[in-house]
């Protein structure tokens, strides 16, 4: 099974801008839906956003839509997600999550991502 690692965390002003990385240990993510969720102080982690295996189609919770994009490279060997207009908010441990699902545009269902990285924190303040 892979291994995820994020990158990208950190601290940012509101309205200001991070990137965030999910590498695999694996060659690639081809197969795999990967998705972001968070994990705001006191609550349960939630999904953000999710790209599927071929990265043609990705959805976002409202509360992103608009601002945050999620997208894989060209090698399909990481996938990022650009926040922007940061809120405060936004404040949380952003994880990495995948599911193999084959090369296919689906969307899994939340309940099958079954691999995680370690998270990464993002603190939105002034």
Sequence with gaps: QVQLVESGGGWVQPGGSLTLNCGTS?????????????????????????????GLTADYVPSVSG???????????MVSLEMNRLKPEDTGVYFCGAT?????????????????????QVTVSS
């Design 100 to 120: 193999f699902a084959g090369m296919n545009d689906h969307i899994p269902e939340v309940a099958s991502f079954n691999i995680w990285g370690q998270g990464t």
């Design 67 to 77: 601002r945050f994009i999620i997208y894989k490279d060209s090698a399909n060997k």
């Design 26 to 54: 694996g060659p690639t993510f081809d197969g795999y839906a990967v998705g972001w969720f968070r994990q705001a102080p006191g609550k349960e982690r939630e999904v953000i956003s999710i790209i599927s295996a071929v």
